[in-house]
């Protein structure tokens, strides 16, 4: 082998054998993620909790949620590409471990064994079809919206209706230091909509049968 070649290959094979390890995912661990969940129940583990800020809406339910997901939405607080001030806090203190392992728990809380969604959503008014459509929604997050076609993107299906406005408003929003996401593609969809179109998108989403559920949990267990 040329004297040039030889050294490049021998580095080919420790780049191949090396990336794969750095690449590797993080794995959740749920009876772990049990033991972390103190800063998020005090929000998520009350039924109908309202925050109010940017306005007054429901916490979003997040049992039932994707473990990927929410990693993600975690990951995304702590980078700032969600600005929201309470949960940038909270994103601030929590490992790429302590992420997976909050997402594993919620993904398994409260699942309820042998449920059965419908394959596609009900029908919605000819109107919000329309909007459904323009969004193009269920190219990412499933005909039923509760089975999205990756696992890092959410579920939606049941989620509150005045959640979803404000958390679809927020991809809307630019040059705020409290309030907004950066995602292009959903700042791209969000954008083509007023916010009455959302609240109508919005209303009919959280309306359909899902797997997101807020259960109870006490602070002080």
Request: with cysteine.
């Amino acid at each position: 082998m040329n004297k040039f070649l030889a050294p490049l290959a021998a580095l080919l094979v420790a780049c191949a054998t090396i990336l794969p390890s750095q690449a590797a995912e993080v794995q959740g661990d749920a009876k772990a993620g049990e033991k972390k969940i103190a800063m998020c129940i005090g929000c998520h583990g009350i039924q109908g909790y309202q925050a109010s800020f940017p306005e007054i809406y429901k916490v979003p339910k997040i049992s039932g949620q994707g473990a990927k997901y929410i990693a993600s939405a975690l990951s995304a607080y702590k980078k700032g590409d969600r600005k929201h001030p309470t949960m940038r806090g909270i994103g601030d203190n929590l490992t790429e471990q302590d992420m997976a392992d909050l997402g594993a728990y919620y993904e398994a809380h409260g699942k309820t064994e042998g449920a059965m969604l419908p394959a596609k959503a009900a029908d919605a008014s000819a109107k919000v079809a329309e909007l459904v459509k323009k969004g193009a929604c269920v190219s990412c997050h499933g005909e039923n919206f509760s089975k999205p076609i990756d696992s890092s993107y959410p579920k939606l299906a049941g989620q509150h209706a005045d959640y979803l406005v404000v958390a679809l408003k927020a991809y809307k929003t630019e040059n705020n230091a409290k309030v907004g996401r950066a995602n292009a593609v959903m700042s791209g969809v969000a954008k083509q909509f007023s916010n009455a179109e959302l609240k109508e998108l919005a209303s009919y989403i959280g309306g359909l049968p899902g797997e997101l559920k807020t259960v109870p949990q006490n602070k002080f267990r």
